[in-house]
């Protein structure tokens, strides 16, 4: 049987006629007639036997039924996938994000992306930008979140929008606790530094060099997480993305973005070889725009 005959058959069983079976499918009840017939034909066996203008099912339709209803159900499991892939409803996403956006922002945007998208899975890994790229070629991961990653051949980016850098400190560093601080006012601080080895730390570095501004380093931390927890515990400061810094405010430390601002790029990376699916796609453009929402919240 193809697919337009079991449609018709269960459409006729279920409803009793010709016409109600019409009517479901929307099709005229002589299209309703002509598919049945087809069916009957090719199967080389009676469905119905026609009676007063009535159709009864024959043993051999009812036995068939039994199967075609079962083939119906998994058809319209199907369609129901169908739509929701187009409607990028399911499925899942496998995302690696760099530690500062997978600390409080990523998990922000996938809460609030699965209250219209239940059935969307996640499989998120916090990597270093190296591991990230690396994961994306060995297609472990579909998406890669990144603080100004670097050109790279094989790679496409998505521009999600621009961040600060901000420096956290500790309270008795600036008692004024001031929004806002000049590069020059950390000075001959002590500070707690990032590595230069991922290309968040490279920027930084040029920044502060450019900025002719020296630093009184006494430790170097592997992650902005890590350096914010020192100054923490050891005092002085330290300068990290600001959604890292947002993220560990308490009753110790504060953040102050700089004067003039410092910004570095904030991306999605995908292989150039594998495309962006819909439901990725889809996922991104409401990451974009939360992600627009928050810095516009926090320069207010």
Known sequence: MRLRHIEVFHAVYSNGSISAAARMLNVSQPAVSKVLRHAEAQLGFTLFDRSKGKLIPTTDGIELFTEVSRVYQEIGALRRIARNIKSNKSGQIRIAAITGLAFDMLPRVIAQYQINSPNVAFEVQTQHYRKLESSLFEMENDIGLAFHPPSHQGLKSYELGEAEF?????????????????????????????NGRGPLGRLLMDKVQNRDVTLHTRLVADTCFMATRFVKHSGGVTIVDEFTARAQIDDDLEFARFDPPIKFSVKALYLESRPLSGLCEDFLESFKAQFEEFIGDEAD
């Open 166 to 194: 901000a420096c956290v400190y500790s309270k008795n560093v600036f008692p004024g606790q001031p929004k806002r601080i000049k590069m020059a006012d950390l000075k001959h601080m002590e500070a707690i530094a990032m």
